[in-house]
């Protein structure tokens, strides 16, 4: 539980502070086929200004992406990626001191990212590229590990366990002592269950029935069930903007289990969401 003890976190290029729970990462997806706000941002000045909003609003950081995951998304080049990203990383980077973080697993556009002042990698694949565990030990930037089953193209198709938590659990674990190992701290080091990549609906649930299991590791936890399709296939909103409150309900369960980061599409409502879970927590008993 080391990381658990520990409430600000510093590193040469950010500062989060959990002295106060859960905190929030902005979704800023800069691409045109997103599966829930495709092309809404993908004009690097509106992309700007959302990202900026969702820190007025009170996000911690700033999540930017040049790539869809969507389950079934094709491949985008890193060429494309960082003709999309760089724009932005490098505008929201010279107005704010606030975390940016770039979501990619190609090493190409992870360094433009790093070049234009982003302070984070998220890392769909855990980086499974070692170059990408090189480049964040060298760059001193923290890093999301997520658990993902395939690739996004293959990811939904049938996703089987003998025993969803314990697998993804191993997982995560082994690729975070493989990222100390590379020079990482431990306290720069997120884990993130992939709700939604290679799960069933059912197996979202043990997830997240199951998360106070990941936060026993001591390693901070990230969270992204913004807007997901269990979440749509569970209420039968097939619209993604339209979960936001089943969104808020799984929030409200990871804040409680002590979650370090939620990452989410609508700000301030999970903002609230987190502060009411936060002091139900702190009153407990």
Not at 8 to 33: H, K, Y
Not at 223 to 235: D, H, Q, W, Y
Request: glycine residues 10%.
């Amino acid at each position: 539980m080391e990381n658990c003890g520990i409430h600000v976190v510093e590193w040469p290029r950010g500062r989060l502070d959990f002295s106060a729970g859960c905190l929030v990462m902005g979704i800023l997806n800069v691409t045109p086929d997103s599966f829930s706000d495709g092309g809404e941002f993908f004009d690097s000045r509106k992309a700007v200004e959302h990202g900026l909003q969702m820190l007025e609003d009170g996000a911690a950081m700033i999540d930017v992406g040049g790539e869809s995951t969507r389950p079934g998304s094709a491949a985008v080049s890193a060429k494309e990626q960082i003709k999309r990203v760089v724009p932005v990383i490098r505008a929201l980077s010279k107005k704010t001191r606030a975390p940016v973080s770039i979501d990619t697993h190609e090493h190409d556009v992870a360094i433009a990212a790093l070049d234009a002042g982003a302070g984070m990698i998220n890392d769909i694949t855990a980086l499974s590229d070692e170059r990408m565990a090189g480049l964040a030990a060298e760059r001193q930037v923290s890093v999301v590990l997520m658990h993902m089953l395939g690739t996004p193209a293959t990811m939904q198709i049938q996703p089987r366990y003998d025993d969803v938590v314990g697998e993804v659990l191993d997982f995560l674990l082994e690729r975070a002592k493989r990222a100390e190992q590379f020079g990482i701290a431990k306290k720069l080091i997120f884990i993130d269950p992939g709700f939604g990549f290679g799960k069933t609906v059912e197996h979202n649930l043990v997830l997240l029935n199951n998360i106070d299991k990941f936060v026993a590791t001591g390693y901070r936890v990230l969270v992204g069930t913004s807007r997901k399709s269990f979440i749509g296939k569970i209420t039968g909103k097939e619209n993604p903007s339209e979960r936001i409150y089943g969104t808020a309900s799984t929030v409200a369960l990871c804040a409680a289990a002590g979650v370090s980061v939620v990452r989410v599409h609508d700000v301030t409502q999970m903002l609230d969401v987190i502060k009411v879970a936060g002091a139900v927590s702190r009153h407990r008993g």
